[in-house]
């Protein structure tokens, strides 16, 4: 939670936690003032830069719902590779590499979440919040899902004579999906989010 502008509890007890344990502390400042019953109280406000984008609100609820898409669309892609079952989903070194794709698409999903309470005017943890984790999300999915065929190509290799050809072959394609998927969003992304312009406060 940040403060913006707003008055702290009576005793600054939460606001002192806020200012602490928030890596975006540097952006917010302390003033002491006096409310409105004479009573001296600490207010915080944004003191930060601000991230903007060049188009209108109509533009940016678009590019929200392009980025949900995509998010879903990746999550759809991963459980469909997953309900395949290959021969190698059995195998330690293939199923761990294939769970931790999910870690990448939650935060990819969450910072859409996060995309969509925000306006095209950001302060600094919204912006890196949302637009840069699914920037830095969506490169990890994609990292991971190539790591994951070339596992997968190891295992076929070696176990040749042993197994379906046709769900390895299954699941490495979804995993190609995958990846044309993260590379399209990538596209797309630099169209929507590329053109942000940084403002001093």
Same mark, same amino acid.
């Given at each position: *939670?940040?403060?913006?502008?707003?008055?702290?509890? !009576?005793?600054?007890? =939460?606001?002192?936690?806020?200012?602490?344990?928030?890596?975006? =502390?540097?952006?917010?400042?302390?003033?002491?003032?006096?409310?409105?019953?004479?009573?001296? !109280?600490?207010?915080?406000?944004?003191?930060?830069?601000?991230?903007?984008?060049?188009?209108?609100?109509?533009?940016? !609820?678009?590019?929200?719902?392009?980025?949900?898409?995509?998010? /879903?669309?990746?999550?759809?892609? &991963?459980?469909?590779?997953?309900? %395949?079952?290959?021969?190698?989903?059995?195998?330690?070194?293939? $199923?761990?590499? &294939?769970?931790?794709?999910?870690?990448?698409?939650?935060?990819?999903?969450?910072? $859409?979440?996060?995309?969509?309470?925000? =306006?095209?005017?950001?302060?600094?943890?919204?912006?890196?919040?949302?637009?840069?984790?699914?920037?830095?999300?969506? *490169?990890?999915?994609? /990292?991971?899902?190539?790591?994951? %065929?070339?596992?997968?190509?190891?295992?076929?290799?070696?176990? !040749?004579?042993?197994?379906?050809? /046709?769900?390895?072959?299954?699941?490495?394609?979804?995993?190609?999906?995958?990846?044309?998927? $993260?590379?399209?969003?990538?596209?797309?992304?630099?169209?929507?989010?590329?053109?942000?312009?940084?403002?001093?406060?």
């Amino acid at each position: *939670m940040f403060f913006s502008y707003s008055e702290c509890p !009576r005793d600054g007890y =939460k606001c002192f936690l806020v200012m602490l344990f928030n890596r975006y =502390k540097d952006d917010y400042k302390q003033v002491q003032s006096l409310g409105p019953d004479g009573k001296l !109280r600490t207010v915080t406000f944004y003191d930060g830069s601000y991230y903007e984008l060049p188009y209108d609100e109509k533009q940016f !609820r678009k590019n929200k719902i392009t980025s949900l898409i995509f998010s /879903v669309l990746f999550l759809v892609i &991963y459980l469909m590779a997953g309900f %395949i079952n290959p021969d190698s989903s059995k195998t330690a070194w293939i $199923v761990f590499p &294939y769970l931790f794709i999910f870690l990448p698409i939650a935060f990819n999903i969450l910072a $859409v979440i996060n995309l969509f309470t925000l =306006k095209l005017r950001m302060e600094r943890a919204g912006y890196e919040a949302s637009i840069i984790r699914m920037k830095n999300s969506s *490169m990890a999915i994609l /990292v991971l899902a190539i790591i994951n %065929i070339v596992l997968d190509l190891v295992f076929i290799i070696i176990n !040749r004579h042993t197994l379906n050809f /046709v769900l390895e072959i299954s699941y490495i394609v979804l995993l190609l999906i995958l990846i044309i998927s $993260v590379i399209a969003f990538g596209k797309k992304y630099d169209k929507m989010f590329g053109g942000v312009i940084l403002n001093s406060n």
